[in-house]
């Protein structure tokens, strides 16, 4: 497999970055081929950093999103440390922040600044509610954007309003800004010119919401939470089998009758008087629900889901992480793979973007600090500038820089 011709190699990214959405975007956009250093905070770094220690002493999080990267740490609140991060943008095609508001514009890396300087440089900022509008200055996390958004208002069970297990808001903003920032690279490929790219966690929410948006606009009506379940939809549910329960979704009449007549032996529910479509099946939803409740219980999990997948029923396995980690899926289509770390290999999940022609790679987690002397001597800063300015606390550096991640 030839690994020379990487969609992104050549673009260098500087990021200004933290917790989720921003090392998401970057880490997309390492994993693609481009160059991304990562200037963080000396002594404390990416605070994602400390979230937990599950990896080998590693947080979860940041093995997660900072694979692939070069990690260079700098007091950007000294004027010597925002000077070197300065000329880093300078050289760089794309320079990706998500600071609190008016940062970067502290250290003179606002997008206006920026792309009033340089013409070809693509500047990508991720804020929690836009860079206008009331809520501008709000702070924003994952959490508080789903409760803002609505998106807590749909997901849960009747009783009970939930967050999603994972960062919604923060995949949703990362995702939209690595792929803004390969569209505004492939445009200046044909205009010559970089650009300024906007977004915000807020937005990002509210567009995967469309639908029960509006259903609220033009239905007149909210979503309501289901758990498993589905609004219109029924059987659309987890069900207990002889030693667990599987997911079950029918979405149409025609799946109705595969699943009571070729599933569980039944033809005479097929054409039940209160279950033969969809509509009569939703407004008897508890009695749909008991009668496929009455059948899944006949088969162990196993057994119930070769059944289904054989009768083309739509269902699954509720699976937990350790299911997930040893799923047949991923194994047979052979998408683990060794990441380096500081304190040793870990497995990872080679990333969702799969290319016929070459495998994206999968680079090393970085140490704090770790590139900061490779990248600095890149700049002609010499080294004895470079024991000075760690002597003052400007940079911080690894006891042993390795060698720039490839």
């Known amino acids: ?23 998401l975007a970057t880490r997309h956009l390492a994993d693609l081929g481009a160059r991304v250093i990562k200037l963080e905070r000396v002594g404390e770094g990416d605070f994602a950093r400390n979230y937990d220690h599950a990896v080998h002493g590693l947080a979860s999080h940041f093995v997660w999103l900072n694979r692939g990267k070069e990690s260079v740490a700098l007091d950007l609140k000294s004027e010597e440390g925002a000077a070197i991060a300065r000329r880093l943008v300078a050289g760089a095609d794309v320079f990706l922040q998500n600071a609190a508001p008016g940062a970067a514009e502290r250290l003179g890396l606002g997008a206006e600044e920026l792309a009033a300087r340089h013409s070809r440089l693509v500047v990508a900022g991720i804020s929690g509610y836009g860079t206008d509008g009331p809520l501008r200055d709000r702070k924003a996390y994952d959490m508080l954007i789903q409760a803002e958004a609505g998106l807590i208002s749909v997901t849960g069970t009747p009783e009970t309003p939930t967050k999603t297990g994972v960062p919604s808001a923060d995949i949703a903003a990362g995702l939209y800004t690595a792929q803004a920032v390969v569209a505004a690279l492939f445009r200046r490929e044909r205009t010559g010119k970089g650009g300024v790219v906007d977004i915000s966690m807020f937005d990002a929410t509210v567009e995967w919401l469309g639908h029960p948006m509006y259903m609220r606009m033009y239905g007149g009506r909210q979503i309501p939470r289901m758990g498993l379940s589905h609004a219109a939809i029924a059987p659309y549910d987890s069900y207990p089998t002889s030693d667990g329960e599987i997911l079950i979704g029918v979405q149409n009449d025609r799946g109705w009758r595969a699943l009571v007549t070729d599933v569980f032996d039944r033809p005479d529910l097929a054409d039940h008087p209160r279950l033969a479509t969809n509509p009569l099946r939703v407004q008897h939803r508890e009695e749909c629900d008991a009668a496929v409740s009455e059948q899944t219980r006949r088969f162990t999990t196993a057994d119930l889901d070769a059944r289904l997948a054989a009768a083309g029923v739509p269902a699954a396995q509720v699976n937990d992480m350790a299911g997930l980690v040893d799923h047949v899926q991923l194994t047979a289509r052979d998408r683990w793979r060794e990441v380096t770390t500081p304190t040793g290999p870990v497995q ?59």
Do not use: K, W, Y
């Open 1 to 23: 497999m030839d690994t020379d011709l990487l969609p992104l190699e050549g673009i260098t990214v500087v990021a200004l970055e933290q917790a989720v959405a921003a090392p």
């Open 348 to 406: 990872g999940v080679l990333p969702p973007m799969t290319f016929r022609d070459v495998e994206l790679p999968m680079g090393a987690i970085p140490e704090l600090g770790a590139h900061t002397d490779v990248v600095l001597d890149e700049l002609g800063i010499d080294a004895d500038t470079r024991n000075r300015l760690t002597d003052s606390g400007v940079l911080g550096r690894p006891a042993a820089a390795p060698e720039p991640t490839s």
